[in-house]
């Protein structure tokens, strides 16, 4: 197979041409060797680390969206949900004109319906998260204008574009800033109501966005600055997921001390708490496990990920949304290993079987689709591997 499949490689090799640079130079500049960016640029190696995304990008003076556009703006119309992007765009975009122009509605039906769609949201029900997100992101501005029940409409706005907004947009392969702006409304919300859980479920928000930017400085400090404390379950839950979050910053930065430190207050934390869902956030003992793998993942430690994995048993992980974070980390791992690329391709099958969204457009998982690819054999799993490739819009 040739480069044409790695989207990734191509765009980097097109820019490095661009700039009149040679491998050498910019690998030097990005702290790799010549011949791991060619593999890079031949698509013959997955460019799936925010922290060499971000020294590449430097090094290319481009910002690192540029190496990851937009699966959804690449492959545009390919899932049911596509059609309601724009929706949520331009509800989005009213609101922060202050014309949300939705119904005024009473905070305990909102708070029903946000129940609905996190609910759809955590069990991958994509379509139904964007058939419902428009109206009720309108509703609960509207409603807000008024001042009527000020206080459980800002808890419920800073909760629905974090982990309804946000998320959503992410999981369908989005642009980055419809993301930031989904953070950056929790983000306000949070503020107004002042509480130290609103906060943190901001902090979240907003950290996750500013990794997406390459701007890990920026999310260690915004987590820095959420603190709930441990009095009850729901703070317990609440911190465990920071510390999460922290520990993925770390790796992100190469801050080794950091990371461990961050995933084993975590770990700790959740054999306390067990397994929960406080602001839906499902923390607890399966949850620290997945994200263990990540972390590894992002520290480019493909065995250690793959250790992890076969510690945890996914069938017990408390919602969809785990479950294919687990066989899509585990597909990850597994890619890199040698003698496991079948494997590999068997367990991101599994995870596009869950959420074809965070598989088809995630811009890590369509670059190991790639990788894979290019050393396909021509047999039963090449032709589910090439399925999968065609599917996320891949040449296959």
């Given amino acids: 197979m040739k480069a044409e499949h790695s989207e990734i490689g191509r765009r980097l090799r097109q820019i490095r041409h661009a700039r009149g640079k040679s491998l050498a130079v910019i690998a030097g500049l990005a702290g790799i060797s010549a011949a791991h960016l060619s593999r890079l640029e031949n698509g013959e190696r997955a460019l799936d680390r925010r922290s060499l995304i971000v020294k590449l990008a430097e090094a290319l003076e481009v910002a690192p969206g540029e190496l990851t556009l937009s699966p959804a703006a690449i492959a545009p119309g390919e899932l049911a949900e596509d059609r309601f992007l724009n929706a949520v765009r331009l509800a989005m975009l009213a609101v922060s004109m202050h014309q949300a122009g939705g119904q005024v509605v009473p905070p305990a039906v909102l708070s029903a319906r946000v129940d609905e769609v996190l609910t759809a949201q955590r069990d991958c029900q994509y379509e139904q998260v964007g ?169 480019g430690e493909h065995l250690e990920a793959a250790k992890i994995a076969e510690t945890i048993n996914p069938g017990v992980l408390p919602s969809r949304t785990r479950q294919a974070a687990y066989w899509r980390e585990y597909g990850r791992a597994l890619a890199r290993l040698p003698r496991r690329q079948d494997d590999a391709v068997l367990a991101i099958r599994r995870a596009e079987l869950i959420s074809p969204a965070r598989v088809r457009r995630h811009p890590f998982m369509r670059s190991v689709l790639a990788e894979l690819v290019v050393k396909a054999k021509r047999d039963a799993v090449g032709r589910e591997l090439r399925g999968m490739a065609y599917r996320a819009g891949l040449p296959a």
Avoid: K, Y
Avoid at 164 to 181: E, F, K, N, V
Avoid at 261 to 269: D, R
């Fill in 131 to 299: 058939a419902a997100l428009p109206d009720l992101i309108r509703d609960l501005h509207t409603t807000l204008a008024t001042g009527r029940g000020e206080a459980e409409v800002l808890r419920l706005l800073a909760l629905t574009h974090v982990q309804g907004t946000q998320a959503w947009l992410m999981d369908i392969g989005a642009p980055l800033d419809l993301g930031w702006q989904a953070a950056t409304l929790a983000r306000q919300a949070a503020e107004r109501l002042d509480q130290p859980l609103a906060l943190a479920l901001s902090a979240f928000g907003t950290a996750f966005g500013l990794l997406g930017a390459g701007a890990f400085a920026l999310a260690e400090r915004a987590l820095a600055e959420a603190e709930v404390g441990t009095a009850r379950a729901v703070e317990l839950q609440v911190s465990g997921m920071l510390a999460l979050t922290r520990s993925l910053v770390a790796a992100a930065g190469g801050d080794q001390a950091g990371r461990t430190a961050a995933l084993a207050h975590a770990a700790e934390l959740a054999e306390r708490t067990g397994e929960g869902n406080a602001l839906w956030f499902g923390f607890g003992p399966g949850n620290v496990g997945v994200w263990r793998m990540s972390v590894a993942l992002e520290a």
